[in-house]
């Protein structure tokens, strides 16, 4: 094996070019769903067939809007409970759940219910964004592709992201964030296997999109300062606690209102109606709480956007998408974040120094959305992709971590991850380098062993076995010839079996009885190497040899050495100590300071 720093092999050009194909298909999906929404919200709130853009919030329909979303959640309701129920919820968690659970299978039905349902319910004026859906539909797109190769779960896992991957940067025109997210979220590695097919996933949705959605950014806003200052940075600062807050108290109130639909004493398939019916109200109050919102949030970054419009997404928006995504309808989270966190903003406008318009909202929006998803640096870009104002990344920067220290430090949980553990599986979203990689063979392996003479006699061996000579816990011999070369391996219980025949003569041959070809570790290699070829052989103990010279013995190794590794990473954690000490040698140990 030749140790390198990655472990990427040519196959990736393969997977990459099927990649390649996803992005390009998903970019239409991207757009069909978004035409299935325009066609959804004229049919119900206009009676009238039509793909063009519209609002929920400009209909006539009068007190009878408060039926609009019921009739929306019963059919996502029935959708689900006869299609499948993978169509519920917000698609990222079920992303998730396919990648951990079920070899990132994805079964067709929910490649072509999930955007029907996520349509019918945005388009019925539930308060979601697009994106969840189209992840989750571009996601199952993905894995429907890898299903009919000859591929591992790995690859498939990959593939599958890369769809979710390009199903955001078409819905956006955000591939480097797109990019970022399945890193951050749904990739649980940094590897070049996955990141490479992933990104050119993301690049071809995105190119395609200039041609079928147009370019972005999808909310351009005027130049902020290239630099706030410290006054500035300090309410960037603020802006993030409070975001922070905004994110726990979000997160929180969907998983309350979850609990409390658990407790209805009837199907969940009617869950969603009861959650329509909170829509429904919502939407009588305040109108600019019903879809998702886009124009809403091109006006909170524009600075355009009246005091009472800012309280209405905060109190009314935010209520009814905790109501109705608790009752587990169809929609997704990022839109509503990206609302809730710029009328958060336009809040803090009031008091925090003013750099422009719009500043605070976008501010807040970014640490909303990092808060809330816990992928910071996902936020960041995605904030910088949806305006194109560059000057805006260290104000954003800052915001964003303060937000996600907070939720971090608060709740165990985030609100994507939270649906995951509710089904019984827990995941890590913290990545770091495994110790295995970092320590070798000759950092943990053991040289004080008992070694064997291939013309050993009787004797010899009987003498080797007796409790006064084993060496503590050796259950493998190395058998060396007079050059001190290896020959072989012999395990203690053939040992054994030598020493109890019966007759046996003085003479035996322990160099053909050993095992000739044993498998065997280098000194210079990882202890990942060693772990996984333990793995695949179900062999424990190996004997340690040169790389140059694979019959020089230089010690053993067993898996019980292997936990040196994990001890070692848990003291590092663990220990703490003064490494420089403040020495002032003209000052006497008498004299008082």
């Not at 355009?304 to 109705?324: F, N, Q």
């Amino acid at each position: 094996m030749v140790l390198g720093d990655f472990t990427m092999t040519p196959r990736v050009l393969w997977i990459g070019s099927l990649a390649i194909f996803i992005g390009f298909v998903t970019s239409y999906i991207a757009l069909a769903l978004l035409k299935l929404i325009a066609l959804f919200t004229n049919l119900f709130f206009y009676q009238r067939w039509g793909f063009s853009a519209a609002t929920p919030a400009g209909n006539r329909l009068g007190v009878w809007e408060i039926l609009v979303p019921v009739v929306g959640a019963i059919i996502v309701g029935l959708m689900a409970r006869f299609g499948s129920e993978r169509i519920r919820g917000h698609g990222i968690p079920e992303a998730i759940e396919a990648i951990l659970i079920n070899g990132s299978k994805v079964e067709p039905k929910v490649a072509l219910l999930k955007p029907i349902s996520s349509a019918i319910s945005i388009g019925s004026g539930g308060p979601f964004g697009a994106e969840g859906p189209i992840i989750m539909t571009g996601g199952a797109f993905g894995s429907m592709v890898a299903q009919l190769f000859k591929l591992s779960s790995t690859e498939r896992k990959t593939l599958l992201v890369a769809g979710a991957a390009a199903g955001m940067s078409a819905t956006f025109a955000a591939p480097v964030a797109a990019v970022l997210l399945a890193v951050e979220l749904l990739l649980f590695e940094w590897k070049p296997r996955s990141l490479i097919p992933v990104a050119l996933a993301s690049v071809t949705a995105g190119a395609a999109r200039r041609y079928i959605l147009g370019m972005g950014p999808l909310f351009p806003v005027s130049t902020h300062p290239a630099f706030i200052g410290p006054l500035g940075l300090a309410g960037c600062l603020v802006a993030g606690i409070l975001a922070g807050i905004l994110s726990a108290a979000v997160t929180e109130a969907v998983y309350k209102s979850e609990d409390l639909f658990h407790k209805f004493p009837i199907h969940w398939m009617w869950w969603p109606a009861f959650g329509g019916l909170a829509i429904g109200l919502g939407g009588l109050i305040f109108p600019q709480a019903l879809g998702v919102g886009y124009d809403t949030i091109g006006s909170l970054l524009q600075g355009h956007v009246a005091r009472d419009v800012i309280l209405g997404i905060l109190l009314v928006k935010s209520a009814i998408w905790a109501i109705s995504l608790g009752s587990g309808t169809s929609g997704g989270v990022l839109a509503p974040l990206l609302m809730m966190g710029g009328a958060l903003g336009g809040m803090e406008a009031a008091f925090l120094p003013s750099f422009g318009p719009g500043f605070w909202p976008l501010v807040s929006m970014a640490a909303t959305l990092g808060g809330t998803m816990r992928a910071p640096m996902t936020a960041v870009i995605f904030a910088l992709e949806l305006t194109h104002d560059v000057n805006m990344l260290l104000p954003l920067l800052l915001s964003v971590i303060m937000a996600h220290c907070f939720t971090v430090l608060l709740l165990k949980r985030s609100i994507l991850t939270e649906k995951v553990a509710r089904r019984g599986y827990h995941l890590s979203a913290e990545y770091s380098v495994d110790p295995m990689e970092t320590l070798f063979v000759k950092d943990v392996m053991r040289s004080n062993i008992a070694a064997l003479p291939a013309g050993a006699t009787h004797a010899d061996v009987a003498a080797s076995l007796k409790p006064d000579r084993l060496r503590r816990g050796q259950f493998l011999y190395p058998v060396i010839d007079r050059e001190m070369k290896l020959v072989g391996v012999i395990t203690r219980n053939a040992l054994d079996k030598i020493v109890q025949q019966d007759g046996a003569g003085p003479q035996i041959d322990l160099g053909e009885l050993a095992n000739k070809t044993p498998e065997v570790a280098y000194a210079d290699e990882p202890l990942r190497s060693v772990v996984y070829r333990m793995a695949e052989t179900g062999l424990t103990r190996f004997p340690v040899v040169d790389r140059t010279d694979n019959r020089k013995l230089l010690g053993m190794v067993a898996l019980y050495d292997l936990l040196q590794a994990r001890t070692r990473a848990m003291h590092e954690e663990a220990r703490r100590e003064r490494v420089l000490r403040i020495h002032m040698p003209f000052v006497s140990r008498d004299t008082p300071l």
